[in-house]
């Protein structure tokens, strides 16, 4: 439990947010712990398909198109956890691609589509994004641009990859007037630890806040990472992480520092789920009290009780100048010169 983390170093997120259609991209800034990085594959959007995916604001289902080299292209393979990330979503969901392939395959034999043309246009397509789902962006996942063979038709699967995104609680009722007022910190019953955003200037980003033990306290930035950062924004119903933040840049906060060295597969559906070390703020679990100066009084601790930390005596027996030594240190108080019982 013990370790030299303090609240310069709070650990703090930038999340994707939902973006409308025509919404400017904003691109990262460098100097943060952890941001996406700039390769190849620059942008991602949903191409929608079916008429009643036109009418969705936002989209949230149809064909994967990535921005190559400042050119849109169609991609091949389905990757839905990552995208639906990118685009601000927190879950993918399953899509049934018979209807979309018998789309596909009538438009092939329509003299009047382009989409026979385009299938034959190798500069139209992204022919292998290979992602683990757990990346918060494709640029981390191993990319092919080109085909295999030259002249190689589109889409080794038949057809272009259909995506399907679930919306955060903001958008799930699909009215279309862009995010709800409700604060990006409220946390659904079922999570194991809650968490919350503090001090930042737009939804979606901020100090991260875990509760325990009943108390709201802070994230060391030790290990902080993006794959943390993105555990966290999907919790709290956005995508995947833009930024992990370290440093305190969204302000220090206050009270216990609950957690450091963090570690997260991607995988996780709350922080909590992760490993990390229990990090615990030992100073103020202890303190004494009645004595005649600071530094002599009744031992009490700081625990736990019904979900909540409540202080209390420690009983005397066993007591001697060990255990005292250990307060003493504990409280930064030097040497224990008695044990009272």
């Not at 596909?104 to 026979?116: I, Q, R």
């Not at 194991?192 to 325990?212: K, Q, Y």
């Amino acid at each position: 439990g013990t370790s030299d983390c303090h609240h310069g170093e709070d650990a703090g997120v930038v999340c994707s947010e939902q973006r409308l259609p025509g919404a400017p991209h904003q691109a990262t800034t460098s100097g943060h712990l952890g941001e996406v990085p700039r390769l190849s594959l620059e942008e991602v959007r949903l191409k929608p398909v079916l008429a009643r995916a036109k009418l969705s604001v936002p989209v949230t289902e149809g064909a994967v198109e990535v921005k190559h080299n400042g050119r849109w292209r169609q991609g091949c393979d389905d990757n839905s956890r990552v995208v639906c990330g990118m685009l601000g979503f927190p879950q993918e969901k399953h899509v049934n691609t018979s209807f979309y392939r018998k789309l596909w395959n009538m438009k092939l034999k329509d003299p009047n589509s382009s989409l026979k043309n385009l299938s034959q246009k190798n500069s139209f397509w992204v022919h292998r994004v290979r992602c683990q789902g757990v990346e918060p962006h494709l640029a981390l996942c191993p990319t092919q641009v080109a085909p295999l063979a030259p002249h190689q038709p589109a889409c080794p699967h038949g057809m272009h990859a259909i995506v399907s995104c679930l919306p955060g609680p903001a958008f799930q009722k699909g009215t279309g007037k862009g995010r709800s007022k409700t604060s990006p910190g409220k946390v659904s019953p079922s999570m194991v630890m809650p968490v919350r955003l503090r001090a930042g200037t737009h939804a979606g980003e901020g100090r991260v806040e875990v509760l325990r033990h009943g108390q709201w306290g802070t994230v060391c930035d030790k290990q902080w990472d993006l794959a943390a950062a993105s555990v966290v924004c999907r919790q709290l119903g956005y995508g995947t992480a833009k930024q992990a933040l370290a440093g305190a840049q969204m302000g220090q906060g206050l009270g216990p520092i609950h957690m450091s060295d963090v570690r997260c597969t991607g995988h996780e559906r709350s922080l909590g789920e992760c490993r990390f070390q229990d990090h615990m703020d030992f100073q103020s679990q202890v303190r004494l009290v009645g004595g005649r100066s600071p530094d002599e009084g009744v031992v009490e601790v700081l625990v736990p009780v019904q979900g909540r930390l409540q202080w209390g005596a420690v009983c005397g027996a066993q007591w001697g100048l060990n255990e005292a030594m250990v307060v003493c240190r504990q409280l930064g108080l030097g040497f224990a010169s008695h044990a009272l019982q």
